[in-house]
Protein backbone atom coordinates (compact mmCIF):
# COMPACT_ATOMS: atom_id res chain seq x y z
CA UNK A 1 0.00 0.00 0.00
CA UNK A 2 1.39 3.40 -1.01
CA UNK A 3 -0.11 6.26 0.53
CA UNK A 4 1.92 10.02 0.49
CA UNK A 5 1.15 12.85 2.77
CA UNK A 6 2.25 16.13 2.23
CA UNK A 7 3.72 18.40 4.59
CA UNK A 8 0.78 20.30 5.38
CA UNK A 9 -1.93 17.21 5.38
CA UNK A 10 0.90 15.56 7.82
CA UNK A 11 0.93 19.54 9.99
CA UNK A 12 -3.07 18.88 10.22
CA UNK A 13 -2.83 15.27 11.14
CA UNK A 14 -0.42 15.92 13.94
CA UNK A 15 -2.03 18.64 15.23
CA UNK A 16 -5.36 16.45 15.12
CA UNK A 17 -3.78 13.79 17.08
CA UNK A 18 -1.68 16.11 19.23
CA UNK A 19 -5.37 16.90 21.11
CA UNK A 20 -6.06 13.12 21.34
CA UNK A 21 -3.57 11.23 22.67
CA UNK A 22 -5.52 8.40 23.03
CA UNK A 23 -6.01 7.78 19.54
CA UNK A 24 -3.90 4.78 17.80
CA UNK A 25 -3.48 6.91 14.99
CA UNK A 26 -5.37 8.80 11.48
CA UNK A 27 -7.81 6.23 10.07
CA UNK A 28 -8.33 7.36 6.34
CA UNK A 29 -10.55 5.18 3.85
CA UNK A 30 -13.68 5.08 2.37
CA UNK A 31 -17.27 4.80 2.57
CA UNK A 32 -20.47 3.84 0.29
CA UNK A 33 -21.87 7.33 -0.51
CA UNK A 34 -22.19 10.63 -2.14
CA UNK A 35 -23.30 10.54 -5.82
CA UNK A 36 -20.47 9.50 -7.32
CA UNK A 37 -20.18 6.29 -5.20
CA UNK A 38 -17.71 6.41 -2.57
CA UNK A 39 -16.46 9.23 -0.31
CA UNK A 40 -13.19 9.36 1.54
CA UNK A 41 -12.98 8.96 4.86
CA UNK A 42 -10.51 10.86 7.45
CA UNK A 43 -10.99 10.65 11.53
CA UNK A 44 -9.27 9.49 14.20
CA UNK A 45 -8.40 5.56 14.87
CA UNK A 46 -10.26 5.28 18.43
CA UNK A 47 -9.14 1.49 17.44
CA UNK A 48 -6.96 -0.58 15.74
CA UNK A 49 -9.26 -4.22 13.99
CA UNK A 50 -8.16 -7.26 12.46
CA UNK A 51 -8.86 -6.11 8.99
CA UNK A 52 -6.63 -2.99 9.31
CA UNK A 53 -3.76 -2.52 7.83
CA UNK A 54 -1.12 -0.02 9.87
CA UNK A 55 1.92 2.69 8.46
CA UNK A 56 3.54 5.16 9.77
CA UNK A 57 4.54 7.78 7.08
CA UNK A 58 6.51 10.48 8.11
CA UNK A 59 5.50 10.24 11.49
CA UNK A 60 1.86 9.73 11.42
CA UNK A 61 0.37 6.17 12.00
CA UNK A 62 -2.01 5.76 9.63
CA UNK A 63 -4.90 3.02 9.98
CA UNK A 64 -6.85 1.48 6.85
CA UNK A 65 -9.43 -1.17 6.89
CA UNK A 66 -8.65 -4.37 3.68
CA UNK A 67 -12.20 -3.04 2.38
CA UNK A 68 -10.71 0.60 1.46
CA UNK A 69 -7.52 -0.61 0.69
CA UNK A 70 -7.45 -1.30 -3.27
CA UNK A 71 -9.39 1.85 -4.07
CA UNK A 72 -7.30 4.21 -1.95
CA UNK A 73 -3.73 2.40 -2.83
CA UNK A 74 -1.31 5.31 -4.67
CA UNK A 75 -3.05 8.34 -3.00
CA UNK A 76 -1.68 11.82 -1.88
CA UNK A 77 -3.70 13.84 0.98
CA UNK A 78 -3.57 17.31 1.02
CA UNK A 79 -4.45 19.92 3.24
CA UNK A 80 -5.36 22.99 1.84
CA UNK A 81 -7.04 26.62 3.08
CA UNK A 82 -9.16 28.64 0.35
CA UNK A 83 -10.02 31.56 1.89
CA UNK A 84 -12.30 30.49 4.95
CA UNK A 85 -11.94 26.88 4.31
CA UNK A 86 -9.72 24.10 4.65
CA UNK A 87 -9.62 20.95 4.08
CA UNK A 88 -8.13 17.40 2.86
CA UNK A 89 -7.52 17.18 -0.54
CA UNK A 90 -7.17 13.90 -2.22
CA UNK A 91 -5.21 12.97 -5.71
CA UNK A 92 -6.40 9.29 -6.24
CA UNK A 93 -5.12 7.41 -9.43
CA UNK A 94 -7.63 4.92 -8.53
CA UNK A 95 -11.00 7.35 -9.24
CA UNK A 96 -11.65 7.29 -12.96
CA UNK A 97 -14.47 10.06 -11.97
CA UNK A 98 -15.36 12.35 -9.22
CA UNK A 99 -18.66 14.36 -8.37
CA UNK A 100 -18.70 18.48 -8.98
CA UNK A 101 -18.48 19.21 -5.58
CA UNK A 102 -15.38 16.68 -5.52
CA UNK A 103 -16.99 14.73 -2.23
CA UNK A 104 -17.50 11.35 -3.80
CA UNK A 105 -15.40 9.47 -6.67
CA UNK A 106 -15.90 6.44 -8.73
CA UNK A 107 -13.34 3.48 -9.71
CA UNK A 108 -13.17 1.59 -13.45
Known amino acids: ?4 ITDSANQRM ?26 YVVDLAEAVGSDDQ ?5 GVRVVVDQKSLPLIDGTVIDFQRKGLN ?4 FHNPNAT ?3 GCGE ?5
Open 97 to 99: GEC
Open 1 to 4: MTIT
Open 14 to 39: RQFLAQAPAAHGVRFGVKRTGCSGFA
Open 86 to 89: ASFV
Open 104 to 108: SFTVG
Open 54 to 58: VVEID
